[in-house]
């Protein structure tokens, strides 16, 4: 990395230790301090790298590759793609440094790889990331974790049984806004969370261009049921996350119905889905995602009765805005029959400003990650430290099992409970 | 209006204060709507976008406003000015000046001598806000109410319950709760211009204010508070004082007989000064 990029991004990570104040850092990104510290001039002895093989360097794959190369601590030693275009654009982006597979099963093979990131379609995950960990690589999974949920849990006891670290693509877990938003809501800033609302919607058929025809289902593999559960598995799963982690639970009924009302082009998966989770104690997220309308964007609504959350925007509303403290001076005196003087008028003619009146910002200053580098720091941070976070791996099983149970539940137009065998502790 | 309402009604019921109550809140919405320069579908928005190029049509409540704005710039000899430079966030030394602000009553319509100009409401609304308010609780009969803008923009009615009128102290900017003046107002207005502060902390707002006269920004650290029957006036007054260099203020003051103006002068060491600004 060019020393400048590298100080820019020091200066990103102390910033954020900055805004978020350093007892939040030290419980919540624990890699953050050790990198803030990182000496700009010295230069990482290959042995302190982590040596990481990417399995599918599609668009999400590249995407991570690209973030990968901004990590001091992460040496890409392999990329794996059984798609022509995407093997040879993988190694040119590793300049040809990077060993290159076809088939994952070899990359697995080499002995100085530490861990694999797994950015392959949904339904070939699990049988990748069982693989590998039984091979002794620690993994990072894209979300959602399998196709099917007793593959979820394969991979969930793999992962245990191994010993090996796995980590899902969960990357809000790693963004600060959200961090510290949880910290707010275990703060009781909210109160008990009532009612939770979520959505993600776009405009747009959701294909990416196919060369030839044969190979619609490899390129658009979103689009059929053999490879992805659709707007549940891509999308619903990140919000449904964080509805269970800002609850602090996770759903036990699921209600859902969906359709292909827009996009009638020979697609399999709903391309619009409307569902109701609801958790053991009473709260309910309600959830709805489309592809014909973008307007409402996307968002997470977390209420209680003190007040709201709209983590995607990083905003919080009081139900009850403090009072301005003369005025609270001027109503104690008058319901304690007491005449005396208001204290007011510290402030002064300011111009009009729009913000004030629409919530506060969770964080002073909004960062430009939305926690994908820092997901895949914490991720070398964790291989290099042997150091696995147990809450980790069941926000992202319960996120992947609520997506996958939800597409039954509209699937089926039943009603889902969340069977015993699925959890876990 | 980007600040912060609070409505006391001290001896109303419920039911009838909050029938007060949303009233106000829609007629400030409604101005709002209509004023403010920073939501881009106002009245002023439009105006602002299209008045340089072409006459735009205005409604009998634009021109009482703009005439207002108008007067006040003379009578305060050009010290309050509602006129912005477009480009003001780059170059605050260019002047604009209100006489830019062209309005025909018979076609009711208002255009931009200047292109380059904008308008800011800033330091009118909040005053414009009140007096409307005003009206509202006269209408519904309210005989003791105090209403507060952002702390800085105060409207009493009648008196407190258990006195002779309202006491409204200006607080000392670094040591919250201490007064460094007490203003007795009963059917009368206050307004405050200057620094900002809260928890006994400045904070700056280096555009806040323009000198219009010689299009710098004030930065130094004091208040100048106005009592006035009218909000209008107390708001305008304040302003156009705060702003204005110290031999213009004897005739400011002259057009606004029934003003009363201190101005609150802050040292380095956070001692503060009072003056009462005089006529004559």
Redesign the interface.
Known sequence: MEKSERQSRREFIRSVSLITGTSFIASSLPWMNALANENPDQTLSPSDKVRIGIIGVGSRGSLLLLHMKNIPSIEIAAVCDNYPPHFDRAKEMTNNKAKAFVDYRKLLEINDIDAVVIATPLNEHAHITIDALQAGKHVFCEKSMARLPENCLAMVNTHRKTGKILQIGHQRMFNPKYIKAMEFIRAGQLGNITQMRAYWHRNNDWRRTVPSPELEKKINWRLYKEFSCGLMTELASHQIQVANWALGEFPNKIMGAGSINYWKDGREVHDNVNLVYTYPGGTQLIYDSCTSNKHYGLEEQIMGPKGTMELEAGKMFSET?P?????MH??N??EH?????????????????????KGEYILDEDLEDDGTQLELEAFAYSVKENKIDPEHIRQAYYASIAALLGFNAIEKEKVIIVPENLKIV | MGTRFDLVLPDTDMANGDKVFRQIKAEIDRLEKKLSRFLPDSELTYINQHAANNPVKIDHEWITILEACNKYYISTYSCFDVTLQQDSGKNHNKLSGAYNIVIDKNDATVNFADPGIMIDLGGFGKGYALDRVNDILQLHNVKNALVSFGESSILAIGKHPHGNHWNIGIQHLFKPGENVFVFNLENNNMSTSGMLARNGKLRYRKTALINPVNGKSVEEVRTISVKSVKAIDAEVLSTALYVSPQNRRKKILLNFPESEAIEAIYTNDKKVSIFVLKRS
Do not use: E, M
Not at chain 1, 323 to 327: C, K
């Open positions: 805005p009072p301005a403290p003369g005025i001027l109503i005196n008058i029959k007491v005449f005396d003087t208001i204290p007011l008028g510290g402030a002064s003619w300011v111009p009009d400003s729009p913000s004030k009146n």
